[in-house]
């Protein structure tokens, strides 16, 4: 899913008994501070010159044990809403929340491989939980999002620390975007952050993804604005 959207990619796993684990993450997330790819828009390019960037500083901790969010934008009410017809048509085999993942570890269904996030999301209790994964199990290729609702000190807490861990970080469609990629056994594995009003699009993908991903999330959950 790449850079702005997702790379289409491949892979293949050995059944089920990995579950979510290898339709969503369970190859080994390469570090934030990895291999980063550069966009601009929907076109992706890897900086090869720059090399890797590295954190200037220690991410700072994300606080979890705050109010619950006011959302002054948007708030859809399912993952259907978050996707046009023709990005789900774009997934092919993959579909919307399967059945099976309900059951798989959790921690696989975040959008992040970072603790601090990770642990702000767990402690959402305003959030959807939307995956993209084959529908008979495991199959090395998955997409995971998660929208949480954010207030605007939890909000700048994330870019703050995305920016930290060396993510990519620009200003795109009214909001921040900050995105790391890299290979992974077979294909690539990355992450995609969108931060607008009180939403926070965060993406982890391993093969799998079509271009234009998550701006087809966002003119959907923003139509209008």
Same mark, same amino acid.
């Given at each position: 899913?790449?850079?702005?959207?997702?790379?289409?990619?491949?892979?293949?796993?050995?059944?089920?008994?990995?579950?979510?684990? @290898? @339709?969503?993450?369970?190859?080994?997330?390469?570090?934030?501070?990895?291999?980063? $790819?550069?966009?601009? &828009?929907? +076109?992706?390019?890897?900086?090869?010159?720059?090399?890797?960037?590295?954190?200037?500083?220690?991410?700072?901790?994300?606080?979890?044990?705050?109010?619950?969010?006011?959302?002054?934008?948007?708030?859809?009410?399912?993952?259907?809403?978050?996707?046009?017809?023709?990005? $789900?048509?774009?997934?092919?085999?993959?579909?919307?929340?399967?059945?099976?993942?309900?059951?798989?570890?959790?921690?696989?269904?975040?959008?992040?491989?970072?603790?601090?996030?990770?642990?702000?999301?767990? &402690?959402?209790?305003?959030?959807?939980?939307?995956?993209?994964?084959? +529908?008979? /199990?495991?199959?090395?290729? &998955? $997409?995971?999002?998660?929208?949480?609702?954010?207030?605007?000190?939890? =909000?700048?807490?994330?870019?703050?620390?995305?920016?930290?861990?060396?993510?990519?970080?620009?200003?795109?469609?009214?909001?921040?975007?900050?995105?790391?990629?890299?290979? @992974?056994?077979? &294909?690539?594995? /990355?992450? =995609?952050?969108?931060?607008?009003?009180?939403?926070?699009?965060?993406?982890?993908?391993?093969? +799998?993804?079509?271009?234009?991903?998550?701006?087809?999330?966002?003119?959907?959950?923003?139509?209008?604005?």
């Amino acid at each position: 899913m790449g850079a702005e959207s997702p790379v289409s990619g491949s892979g293949e796993s050995r059944g089920r008994g990995r579950g979510l684990l @290898a @339709a969503i993450g369970v190859l080994v997330l390469v570090p934030l501070v990895g291999i980063i $790819v550069y966009l601009s &828009g929907e +076109a992706r390019t890897p900086d090869t010159a720059a090399g890797r960037p590295q954190p200037t500083s220690t991410p700072t901790p994300v606080a979890v044990a705050t109010p619950a969010p006011t959302t002054s934008g948007p708030h859809p009410s399912s993952c259907d809403a978050l996707y046009s017809p023709a990005m $789900v048509l774009a997934f092919g085999d993959l579909v919307l929340n399967p059945a099976w993942v309900k059951d798989e570890d959790p921690s696989m269904r975040r959008g992040t491989s970072d603790p601090e996030l990770s642990a702000l999301i767990d &402690g959402s209790k305003d959030k959807l939980t939307c995956d993209w994964a084959n +529908a008979n /199990g495991g199959s090395g290729s &998955g $997409v995971s999002t998660n929208l949480v609702w954010v207030t605007p000190e939890q =909000s700048a807490a994330v870019q703050a620390r995305l920016v930290a861990a060396g993510l990519n970080c620009y200003e795109e469609l009214g909001g921040m975007r900050c995105i790391v990629e890299g290979p @992974a056994e077979g &294909g690539t594995i /990355g992450e =995609s952050h969108f931060l607008r009003d009180s939403i926070w699009l965060a993406t982890r993908y391993v093969n +799998a993804g079509p271009d234009g991903y998550t701006h087809d999330m966002i003119a959907n959950i923003w139509a209008g604005a």
